[in-house]
T-cell receptor, first 113, second 114 residues
Framework: GNSVTQMEGPVTLSEEAFLTINCTYTATGYPSLFWYVQYPGEGLQLLLKATKADDKGSNKGFEATYRKETTSFHLEKGSVQVSDSAVYFCALRVNTGFQKLVFGTGTRLLVSP | NAGVTQTPKFRVLKTGQSMTLLCAQDMNHEYMYWYRQDPGMGLRLIHYSVGEGTTAKGEVPDGYNVSRLKKQNFLLGLESAAPSQTSVYFC?????????????FGPGTRLTVL
């Protein structure tokens, strides 16, 4: 079946540190890949996406590259801020039938000043 | 433009009680979804709708019913609440169902069933 595996959190970093949140997937066909972010007390917001192999999604200083050979979509940011503290969800959508979003379990990021 | 709104934000029920969660979107989206979010399990799709008057089951539909009488509203009902339905419920909507289409999420409803 289709699934997404994320690293367990929380990830605790100091401000300006480098961030990597790992995400790997299993899917039939060629899925589209997404990162959603959930700030405290809010719903999920799309952070970035990539639709085919080697595509790089980017937004707000975050980047992720669709790696088909390693079935990965790791989220990176060069210098995190306290305001980046949130839960990050990796997700995929397959291109067959009803295109359901399949989410990972989420990774909590805590950034301290 | 309010996006996706959910009512209520919080609710506490006793086992066996019923309730309805309301989701409204003002973006003229065709597709609407109900998810539940549980610790360590990510989001799971309960039911979805591909247009006014249509609904379909998602991954975890048991114990829930839905209705989409108006395009902008998607209601989630619990006929007889159980403690296992304690969760955070999110509604989402999207215009298309293409692989790259964005789903827009509401702020969530935190439901506790005692």
């Amino acid at each position: 079946g289709n699934s997404v595996t994320q690293m367990e959190g929380p990830v605790t970093l100091s401000e300006e540190a480098f961030l990597t949140i790992n995400c790997t997937y299993t899917a039939t066909g060629y899925p589209s890949l997404f990162w959603y972010v959930q700030y405290p007390g809010e719903g999920l917001q799309l952070l970035l996406k990539a639709t085919k192999a080697d595509d790089k999604g980017s937004n707000k200083g975050f980047e992720a590259t669709y790696r088909k050979e390693t079935t990965s979509f790791h989220l990176e940011k060069g210098s995190v801020q306290v305001s980046d503290s949130a839960v990050y969800f990796c997700a995929l959508r397959v291109n067959t039938g009803f295109q359901k979003l399949v989410f990972g379990t989420g990774t909590r990021l805590l950034v301290s000043p | 433009n309010a996006g996706v709104t959910q009512t209520p934000k919080f609710r506490v029920l006793k086992t066996g009680q019923s309730m309805t969660l309301l989701c409204a979107q003002d973006m003229n989206h065709e597709y609407m979804y109900w998810y539940r979010q549980d610790p360590g399990m990510g989001l799971r799709l309960i039911h979805y709708s591909v247009g006014e008057g249509t609904t379909a089951k998602g991954e975890v539909p048991d114990g829930y019913n839905v209705s989409r009488l108006k395009k902008q509203n998607f209601l989630l009902g619990l006929e007889s609440a159980a403690p296992s339905q304690t969760s955070v419920y999110f509604c989402a909507s999207s215009y298309h169902q293409t692989p790259t289409d964005t789903q827009y999420f509401g702020p969530g409803t935190r439901l506790t069933v005692l």
